[in-house]
């Protein structure tokens, strides 16, 4: 069941070029990219779970600018390992990459130290997804995780609401999390219970789906036995790595998963598809190509003598979902930014066949899946 929830294919091709290290756009514009030392820059990225979509989002989003810009990217697998992690982070201080790029991790304290010692070595570093929660990390480009995860719940009451003559009855709404430990998580919570708890005849009940389909699969199915019709609606916080698992689990009790109006953040290509197939209401997508492309240019900028966008500013860009973005200063991490990406609701502010959406730019890596 497991191979059908997750991009077989294109996760084996991820796998493959993270273990011969990913060096990407090695070649034909070194002269006219190097940097200011006349050296072909080099920039270190650890991802967190290559098999998941919008971690191949990133790599792609991170070679693809990189081939432009005529850099290196090396891309390492942490693992999700916070020990792993810091190895790497030691390995690509010895190599005095030129940059380098967080690109997901689970416990984001653990990795502190690694972030200090590159700090030290004069690394410049961008983060992704998350940030690490201490350290300076120079830019952190995201969308807003906990305003973001307030707009879906606005959408998932208005659902509770359209499904009961416009009111919001009495009983349990469900709230399928990642992993507990998790910054993110606790963002998403944050941000879905600033709505939720607007009423108070709403029972929120929690369930750890890990950010996988297994465990969703199954805490939702736990959750549909213990509540049963008392069940308002159920909100899974990350859709594109845990939404197929909530509606297996809703369609194998033999119910309807539009009856529970699931909303949340992060589409992917398996949320677009429960959207398409009307078995989810709304998903605000995670910019996660643009943002690896970004990093990419910002670190290359840097190392060019050029400036990045600084706290106080907004960037915009024509034809960018992402625009306009707001500077802040970033409230993890002991010092930097944090560019404030936007995130459509899809499809209620973006229909879900949008040529800007990243699951439509990378719809080939997925159809290959299918053949």
Do not use: H
Not at 5 to 33: P, R
Not at 103 to 131: C, F, Q, R, W, Y
Not at 168 to 180: C, Q, R
């Amino acid at each position: 069941m497991k191979g059908k929830w997750i991009t077989g294919l294109v996760a084996v091709l991820a796998l493959a070029m993270l273990l011969s290290g990913c060096a990407s756009g090695q070649g034909e514009k070194k002269s006219e990219t190097a940097g200011q030392d006349g050296k072909q820059l080099v920039f270190g990225m650890i991802v967190k779970d290559p098999t998941a979509p919008f971690i191949q989002a990133f790599i792609n989003g991170a070679e693809s600018k990189a081939q432009e810009l005529g850099v290196r990217v090396d891309i390492k697998d942490g693992q999700a390992d916070s020990l792993k992690i810091m190895e790497l982070m030691d390995n690509f201080i010895v190599q005095k990459v030129d940059g380098f790029i967080m690109a997901g991790a689970v416990d984001l304290k653990a990795i502190v130290p690694g972030v200090k010692k590159l700090n030290e070595a004069g690394i410049p570093i961008m983060a992704l997804d998350t940030s690490p929660e201490g350290g300076k990390v120079d830019m952190f480009l995201s969308f807003d995780i906990e305003q973001s995860s307030k707009k879906a719940a606005e959408a998932f009451v208005q659902g509770i609401k359209d499904r009961n003559g416009g009111e919001v009855p009495k009983g349990v709404v469900v709230e399928i999390t990642g992993s507990l430990e998790d910054m993110f998580t606790q963002a998403c919570t944050k941000g879905f219970r600033s709505v939720v708890d607007q009423y108070p005849q709403l029972t929120v009940v929690q369930g750890e789906g890990k950010w996988n389909n297994d465990d969703s699969n199954k805490r939702t199915s736990d959750l549909i036995t213990r509540y049963g019709k008392e069940i308002k609606g159920i909100y899974v916080q990350t859709p594109d790595i845990m939404g197929t698992g909530v509606v297996a689990a809703i369609e194998a009790a033999g119910l309807n998963p539009k009856d529970y109006g699931i909303t949340g953040i992060c589409m992917g290509p398996e949320g677009m598809q429960l959207i398409n197939e009307g078995k989810v209401l709304a998903i605000v997508e995670q910019p996660a190509l643009d943002s690896a492309e970004l990093a990419v240019q910002y670190l290359y900028d840097l190392k060019n003598g050029k400036e990045i966008p600084k706290i106080g500013d907004t960037v915009t860009q024509d034809n960018a979902l992402w625009s306009p973005a707001q500077v802040i200063e970033n409230p993890w991490a002991d010092e930097g930014a944090y560019m404030v990406l936007q995130g459509p609701l899809v499809p209620l502010e973006v229909k879900a066949d949008n040529p800007l959406l990243w699951e439509n730019k990378l719809s080939s890596l997925w159809k290959q899946e299918n053949k």
